[in-house]
């Protein structure tokens, strides 16, 4: 035994004396983990995570989140002996008098861009494959809590340095919580330690971002984390692939040089962003002062579209018996998004009532198999899209020669009648791929070559497809209609014979609406046909 | 129809296809070039690390030069960011091409279980927590039962009533401001008292009101005290009688807080007379007393009645009479 293998086997003999963990080491060692790049969509999520602890944890060192004013008189010239708070000369004084310290700013703002970013795409991808399905539905549920925490703590960030920028968007949360009925007011004062902007909202949302958000986050994700390693990761369907088993790779070596090397990469890869691609230049937009304001004023990308729905709110208020109600805010930031986000959580148990099903799923759906989900997602999608647009309406007036009116009035329309246009067009969508599916695996593929037969017709040579992607096109179960209080095909029993119950079957009917998966039997009556 | 179709024979599944060997499994020669690769990445990444260290010693901080496309940009932070990105992503590029290269990528299949436990298992677990419960006899003893319910129903206000003293108590604070008859307006900045020929036809001036000599101005004032003096021709005026009396020969005073959710409305248009705030486009028409005629917000920014005093300084003939800025639930806006 060479001296290297002995000292390993010492120490974990050691830890194994003291802990017995030899045997779950062993055996979680070789886990196996499916390969798919879609995977990695999460995994970008929880490196950023990383990226912010890291780099947010060295900006810690000179931030001081106070607003007692101070007057300048770091490095950076044109704001030489102006008056501001504490937390923007000190972001000035990192940005310019730390060595580093600018692009430890750069890298903590794009890692949060894309910490949120890499979230959304992450849903959209366990949403459009119907990973959140049972056995999965609590994680899908610390996932929408992950981004809407993550939302906050991103607006929180951006609102540290005191800018003149980010100051505006406290004063736009100030309205939202003063807008509340009855209590907004109160809300507001306690909030801000009195009337806005007070000398305590930044001390106080400091640590909010840089203790208790992070805690509930390290929580969350260990939990999120914790089940996906438990419940064994999802899979693709393929060949050899079943919903008893899991296909891939070892996590030793292999998934650790893989995971890990990746990590390295998105961080390389942000700290290039933060090198080169200057974001947040708080030095051009001054300290904040409530009687000012920049042009352009924008949100990052993940409030956007919150800002896209208050922009476009309808002039609406009540006034009656000495109150006053603000629609025209409640609706756009708070009702909305409550309904989104509620109904987002939702969605899992929804579908599952519908379908009835509660069986375990481990293989993924390709989208164009789950047509009506595939369509609400895009519906959502385009909904969301349209509001975000409308969030940049001044910068794509300015920049595409159009007027912000123009674009209002479009995005305030465009918001109700598009998604149920993008809802039915993605469901034919689905539903003509599933149809192409059929053609392909019963006829096989076009080849472009044409043969004359002797009588002189012409004939265009059609490929079989390889066992393998067969299988790959026609292995999904299809639903089954439920009817209204009885029983459908495999003695499922629906529920109620009421409202609910017939609203169930025609949705269960819809979902059952499909193009039949093409069988063996069918290939093989065709295949006689043609001799 | 899909359901007797899911019952006809299915394709089979063929089964986990045959492993490919790569050429790095069968041709020492490649598999000693991947290595080679791997270790050259490696380095690149040392490359890196010792950029990094060298920029951040010999490079001058204040040094700015000029790159297409980036423009003037601080070479030293330029530097250090280059050398990161370099040091970080070849370690990872490197590992990866190490895996896909020279470790196994062979498929290997692992057996899920069902996560339902059995039967039994399942009614022990239901038994074990009845007879537990039991045992502290919950059930039996409602007294404990309420006045438990009772006790932690209102452990939670403690913390509650402990958050008071966040802030003090809004009373009238929203809907006051500094302005009050006969206060000054001046400039911002500057603290100078203006005069009606300080404002040429078509100018617009952000104003505050004169403080009393010894207070100092907050945030908290100019979050609400700011206005926005504008003057235009007279005969451009489309007020009643009233609003009127609160100009000056031309010159209108309005809120510059928006009415909407409070940001600064800066941007004046000279030539249609409109006030448009940035944050949410509400539009006010400042010839019609700031009538709300596009976005979101429900009412016309508050009007500061003006006149002139003894010196010729413009003076408030008096405060605002409603709250400014964005709405909240006391506010009587009738």
Known sequence: MKQSERIAGNVAGYIDDRTGAAGWAKKNLTKVFPDHWSFMLGEIALYSFVILLLSGTFLTFWFDPSQQEVVYNGSYAPLSHVTMSASYASTLHISFDIRGGLLMRQIHHWAALIFLAAIVVHLLRVFFTGAFRKPREANWLIGIGLLTLGIVEGFLGYSLPDDLLSGTGIRIAEAIIQALPVVGSYASFFAFGGAFPGHVFIPRIYIVHVLLLPGIFLALITVHLMLVWYQKHTQYPGPGRKETNVVGYPLMPVYMAKAGGFFF????LTAFLGAVASINPIWLYGPYTPGQISAGSQPDWYMGWLDGLVRMAPPLETHAFGHTISWNILIPGLIIPGILFTGMALYPFIEAWISGDKKEHHLLDRPRNVPNRTALGAMSLSFMLISLANGGNDI??????LTINGIMWFTRFGLIIVPPIVFVITKRICLSLQRADRELVLHGRETGRLVMTPDGEFLEVHEQLSPEKKWTLTQHIQPVALTAGGEDANGVRSKAAGLKGKLRARMSLANATQVAIPTEREARELESGHH | MSAEINKFERFEDP?????????TDTDPIAANRAERQVAALFLLSAVGTVGTIASYIFIDSKK???LPILGDTNAQQLALGTGLAASLFFIGIAAVHWAKTLMPDEEVIAERHEFRSSDEDRADFVSTVKDRAGAAGLGRR???KRSMGLSLGLVGLSPLILLRDLGPLPKNQLATTSWAAGVRLVTDPGNRPIKPSDLEVGAVAQVLPQLPVGTE????NIGKDAVLLIRIRPEDFNLNAQRLSWTYDG?????KICSHMGCAVALYEQQTKHLLCPCHQSTFDVTRAAKVIFGPSARPLP?????????GYLIAKQGFTEPVGPSFWERNSA
């Open chain 1, 396 to 401: 794509i007036a300015t920049h595409f020669h």
């Open chain 2, 251 to 255: 010159i209108i005073a309005f809120s």
């Open chain 2, 15 to 23: 089964g986990l296809p045959e492993h490919v060997l790569r050429k």
């Open chain 2, 64 to 66: 700015f030069i000029y």
């Open chain 2, 303 to 311: 009007q500061l009645a003006l006149q002139l005093d003894a010196e």
């Open chain 2, 142 to 144: 409602s007294l404990i």
């Open chain 1, 265 to 268: 990469i998105v961080f390389g």
């Open chain 2, 217 to 220: 101005r907050t945030l908290e």
